[in-house]
Every structure is written in structure tokens, then in C-alpha cells.
Nanobody, 127 residues
Framework: VQLVESGGGLVQAGGSLRLSCSASGLTFDDYAIGWFRQAPGKEREGLSCVDNSEDTIYYADSVKARFTISSDNAKNTVYLQMNNLKPEDTAVYYC?????????????????????WGQGTQVTVSS
């Protein structure tokens, strides 16, 4: 399984970026794909998740008004559209994949619930 994030960069406050998470080596419909971020000295924070097996989307309250997750199953790619970016959004952004065939309940924003991770993409928002 391989996850590859792209789309990060430097943007001014108020700007937008669209991140991509391209997945290979897995059956896309059997996985939940989550977006997380980690700023220096902070824990990895769950932002949003799309559970392809249940066709369900989750958002953290802190970003749901500004970020939108979407999934292109034909391309095995999940996107995170980020609008009205703020300096505090500066972080490395990661996508993770969780095999939902395990069954049971899980909390989508917990990093330990995910089986695979990408290498991350840096997002820097200048003031």
C-alpha cells in the first residue's frame, strides 16, 4: 500500500490550496481515508475523513467551515480543499488509510486507528 500526498506549498493568509492523496495497492472501497496535520511540537490532529465503505464524511469542528474533503474513486484519490487559510494552519499534512473490513466502531480522528500513512506535504501560510 502506498499513499502519496501532494498539493502543499506556501500561500498567503486567506488563500486556498487543494491537497491530493493518491492511494495504490489497496481496494479503495474497503478503506477510510483521513487527512491529518502535525505542526512542530504538536500532536497529529485529525481534520477530516471519508469512509468509502459507508459513504460517510467526518470533519473536525475546527476546520469544517473552511475545508472540504472529496473522493474520486475512479482515481483512488482523496482531496482536501482548504479555503481561507490562516497562519495557524501551517503544518505537515498527512493522509492515512484504515481498512474498514476490521468492522466495529472507530474514532476517525485517532491516528492509531490508521494502518498506512503517506510521507506528508508541507503547508505554510504566511500572514
Amino acid at each position: 500500500v502506498q499513499l502519496v500526498e501532494s498539493g502543499g506549498g506556501l500561500v498567503q493568509a486567506g488563500g486556498s490550496l487543494r491537497l491530493s492523496c493518491s492511494a495504490s495497492g489497496l481496494t479503495f472501497d474497503d478503506y477510510a481515508i483521513g487527512w491529518f496535520r502535525q505542526a512542530p511540537g504538536k500532536e497529529r490532529e485529525g481534520l477530516s475523513c471519508v469512509d468509502n465503505s459507508e459513504d460517510t464524511i467526518y470533519y473536525a469542528d475546527s476546520v469544517k467551515a473552511r475545508f472540504t474533503i472529496s473522493s474520486d474513486n475512479a482515481k483512488n484519490t482523496v482531496y482536501l480543499q482548504m479555503n481561507n487559510l490562516k497562519p495557524e494552519d501551517t503544518a505537515v499534512y498527512y493522509c492515512g488509510a484504515r481498512n474498514t473490513n476490521y468492522g466495529g466502531t472507530y474514532y476517525w480522528a485517532t491516528p492509531d486507528e490508521y494502518d498506512f500513512w503517506g510521507q506528508g506535504t508541507q503547508v505554510t501560510v504566511s500572514s
